[in-house]
């Protein structure tokens, strides 16, 4: 199986790498680009060929290690392949 | 309009940090994982309201600050709203 995780900043929690990006857009002429924040994928294969058990291998991965759950939301995609 | 970019190494091109989380995994006790990559997803808001006009824009940024597209691919997302 190939799994996705998403990881990006709960809502309110500071971006400061956002929002460099957003005045490096700013000082490049792009106008008009606001509220940029910055978030990561993580992707790879699993051995697990179960969906469902698949999903709850990825849920564990992400609460020990792929996220900070306290400042962090996450998001998983489990595909075939 | 909202606009996501998935920045994402090109294949080939060697993954250390994505290599350190494979090896977190597997000293946690996930075993099976293989082939970690991570990547970068960045979102923002665009005043422009053309869907066309604001993908051309997107990849205009992409090639100028986003991505590095010597080892780096991107994928442009826009969405109303």
Same mark, same amino acid.
């Given at each position: 199986m190939k799994a996705k995780v998403h990881v990006t900043l709960k809502q309110g929690v500071l971006d400061p790498q956002g929002k460099a990006v957003e005045n490096a857009l700013a000082a490049l &002429?792009? &106008? &008009?680009?606001? &509220?940029v924040r910055q978030g990561k994928v993580i992707e790879f294969e699993l051995s697990q060929t179960d969906p469902e058990k698949a999903q709850v291998q990825v849920e564990e991965m992400c609460k020990k290690l792929l996220a900070n759950t306290v400042i962090e939301d996450y998001a998983i995609d489990i595909a075939e392949g």
């Open positions: &002429g792009f &106008g &008009g680009v606001t &509220g």
